[in-house]
Nanobody, 132 residues
């Protein structure tokens, strides 16, 4: 079992920044990924970014809509992944969820991490609101 807790959401003006956190607890695994998704009212949950934590290397993947504005990082000692979100836009407004994939494939590709059904555990979400 893995528990995920997101934090760091809030209200920010367009052009501002937020740092979202995803703290993981519970079972430990050697090869896994943490993904971030978001869901705006009336829309499908969509991929934002993902980071792999693996002996094969740590890779990051981003949606085209956030590439260059959002950055993933992690703190191993705290079992926490961060999503630094800069130059926020009103269209970034959504509930942001982190998720854990405990069985990443040998061949890694962004398309794999974009599929929300590949993730095993989800957090409760944190609201991000960007005003214009």
């Amino acid at each position: 079992q893995v528990q995920l807790v997101e934090s760091g959401g809030g209200l920010v003006q367009a052009g501002g920044s937020l740092r979202l956190s995803c703290a993981a607890s519970g079972s430990t695994f050697s090869d896994y990924a943490i993904g971030w998704f978001r869901q705006a009212p009336g829309k499908e949950r969509e991929f934002v970014a993902a980071i792999t934590i693996s002996e094969r290397g740590n890779n990051t993947y981003y949606a085209d809509s956030v590439n260059g504005r959002f950055t993933l990082s992690r703190d191993n000692a705290k079992n926490t992944v961060y999503l630094q979100s800069n130059n926020l836009k009103p269209e970034d407004t959504a509930v942001y969820y982190c998720a854990a994939d405990l069985a990443i494939p040998r061949t890694l590709a962004r398309s794999y991490f974009m599929r929300r059904w590949n993730y095993d555990y989800w957090g409760q979400g944190t609201q991000v609101t960007v005003s214009s």
